[in-house]
């Protein structure tokens, strides 16, 4: 199979032969006229010898690599990489009578970059983050279908495409259609609203998170600042919390807490209050020692480094208040998904909080994001996901 050519400046082949699945606008010496956003590729160094073939784009990432020699990429490509992305979440466990909502396809980490799959029971939840992988939609969505217990796939890339390809993609399922909107994680139910919702509906990168905090959450009053679906709040519920409440600037995620603790738990739980109101707002507001185990989760606060400064401010402002407020002997649980800033950056900014505060603090554990969410040992950017769980005296 032929494709349109991409040819690399003298010298910028040698990322490409470590593996790492970008091409950069500025390494590209020549490439076809005819290369429209999406197309397949074939990349060669300055010499002529052929590299491999990816998805062609318009911005400072050019070409996602896709493999790294001739092959073509076609049904059976796709079906092949989804099959070893399967087989590996069969060897994690992931899908068994307790649980049935697992990241399939994590872009990079494996081998397709620019798509994500999160499986929610019999529902494939389907986003492209690059052209090349909107056109391939159909041919995936059909290759999805041939692994055990997927009926439906569903399509919902409309806020992740690059606005620049003027894609104009529709929500909507490709196969099939809504059977149930519950899934299973670690034996609990959830809602997972992948119409509306955020991402694919659900964050099931903080899966191994919530089950260690629900081994800490006994006894404690437990605050779960930005709590989207409440997935931190149930589990600190079935691990025996004294108290929880949650908070979140949308109504309708405060909504789907109550329902998600409804689902899992005698209605009305006593334990449980839910709170629609600005997480800072709320913590300038609460009384001090009011809590004795605190999440911070939040939305990524810089989605590009020319944010990152006001970033690292904002996660130092907001941990510095919550170490303020936390009472003595409490556990913090602290997080960042913005891929802009790197694990040394939130730490720092993590340190001068707890500086600020002039508490004693020790780190009890560096958390990360699952296996379901792997890293590409090439492609070190994959890694998004910080956590901390400090002690607080």
Same mark, same amino acid.
């Given at each position: 199979? *032929?494709?349109? *050519?991409?040819?690399?400046?003298?010298?910028?082949?040698?990322?490409?032969?470590?593996?790492?699945?970008?091409?950069?606008?500025?390494?590209?010496?020549?490439?076809?006229?005819?290369?429209?956003?999406?197309?397949?590729?074939?990349?060669?160094?300055?010499?002529?010898?052929?590299?491999?073939?990816?998805?062609?784009?318009?911005?400072?990432?050019?070409?996602?690599?896709?493999?790294?020699?001739?092959?073509?990429? #076609?049904?059976?490509?796709?079906?092949?990489?989804?099959? =070893?992305?399967?087989?590996?979440?069969? &060897?994690?466990?992931?899908?068994?009578?307790?649980?049935?909502?697992?990241?399939?396809?994590?872009?990079?980490? #494996?081998?397709?970059?620019?798509?994500?799959?999160?499986?929610?029971?019999?529902?494939?939840?389907?986003?492209?983050?690059? +052209?090349?992988?909107? /056109?391939?939609?159909?041919?995936?969505?059909?290759?999805?279908?041939?692994?055990?217990?997927?009926?439906?796939?569903?399509?919902?890339?409309?806020?992740?495409?690059?606005?620049?390809?003027?894609? =104009? +993609?529709?929500?909507?399922?490709?196969?099939?259609?809504?059977?149930?909107?519950?899934?299973?994680?670690?034996?609990?139910?959830?809602?997972? =609203?992948?119409?509306?919702?955020?991402? *694919?509906? /659900?964050?099931?990168?903080?899966?191994?998170?919530?089950?260690?905090?629900?081994?800490?959450?006994?006894?404690?009053?437990?605050?779960?600042?930005?709590?989207?679906?409440?997935?931190?709040?149930?589990?600190?519920?079935?691990?025996?919390?004294?108290?929880?409440?949650?908070?979140?600037?949308?109504?309708? &995620?405060?909504?789907?807490?109550?329902?998600?603790?409804?689902?899992? /738990?005698?209605?009305?739980?006593?334990?449980?209050?839910?709170?629609?109101?600005?997480?800072?707002?709320?913590?300038?507001?609460?009384?001090?020692?009011?809590?004795?185990?605190?999440?911070?989760?939040?939305?990524?606060?810089?989605?590009?480094?020319?944010?990152?400064?006001?970033?690292?401010?904002?996660?130092?402002?907001?941990?510095?208040?919550?170490?303020?407020?936390?009472?003595?002997?409490?556990?913090?649980? *602290?997080?960042?998904?913005?891929?802009?800033?790197?694990?040394?950056? /939130?730490?720092?900014?993590?340190?001068?909080?707890?500086?600020?505060?002039?508490?004693?603090?020790?780190?009890?554990?560096?958390?990360?994001? +699952?296996?379901?969410?792997?890293?590409?040992?090439?492609?070190?950017?994959?890694?998004?996901?910080?956590?901390?769980?400090?002690?607080?005296?």
């Amino acid at each position: 199979m *032929t494709y349109k *050519t991409v040819t690399l400046k003298r010298g910028k082949e040698e990322s490409l032969e470590r593996f790492h699945p970008w091409v950069f606008s500025g390494a590209i010496a020549a490439a076809d006229d005819t290369i429209e956003e999406g197309d397949l590729v074939s990349v060669y160094s300055h010499d002529g010898k052929l590299i491999g073939n990816g998805h062609s784009q318009i911005g400072s990432i050019a070409v996602r690599m896709l493999t790294f020699d001739d092959t073509a990429i #076609d049904e059976a490509f796709y079906r092949q990489r989804l099959q =070893d992305a399967y087989k590996m979440r069969q &060897a994690l466990g992931l899908q068994r009578e307790d649980n049935n909502a697992y990241r399939l396809v994590h872009g990079e980490g #494996d081998f397709l970059p620019g798509l994500v799959v999160d499986i929610y029971g019999p529902t494939a939840v389907m986003q492209a983050h690059s +052209p090349g992988m909107h /056109f391939a939609r159909d041919i995936i969505a059909q290759s999805l279908t041939t692994l055990p217990g997927i009926r439906n796939v569903y399509y919902k890339s409309e806020t992740t495409l690059p606005y620049k390809a003027h894609l =104009d +993609p529709m929500n909507d399922y490709i196969i099939g259609g809504m059977e149930t909107d519950e899934a299973l994680e670690n034996g609990l139910r959830f809602h997972v =609203d992948w119409l509306k919702g955020q991402k *694919t509906g /659900f964050f099931v990168d903080q899966r191994e998170n919530r089950r260690l905090l629900e081994h800490y959450s006994k006894g404690r009053k437990v605050l779960n600042m930005f709590c989207y679906t409440g997935g931190f709040s149930v589990y600190a519920l079935r691990g025996g919390a004294q108290q929880v409440h949650s908070v979140d600037s949308s109504a309708k &995620a405060v909504r789907l807490t109550d329902d998600n603790v409804a689902l899992n /738990f005698d209605a009305g739980d006593y334990r449980h209050q839910s709170f629609a109101e600005d997480a800072f707002k709320f913590l300038d507001n609460m009384e001090k020692d009011a809590y004795d185990l605190i999440i911070l989760d939040p939305p990524a606060f810089a989605k590009h480094k020319s944010a990152l400064r006001n970033a690292l401010v904002g996660y130092r402002r907001l941990n510095a208040k919550a170490l303020e407020k936390i009472a003595p002997g409490s556990i913090l649980f *602290t997080f960042s998904c913005s891929q802009a800033v790197n694990k040394e950056q /939130f730490r720092l900014a993590v340190f001068s909080a707890a500086a600020q505060s002039r508490r004693k603090v020790r780190i009890l554990h560096q958390l990360t994001q +699952p296996a379901d969410h792997p890293i590409n040992i090439y492609h070190p950017e994959g890694e998004y996901l910080k956590g901390l769980v400090l002690y607080v005296e």
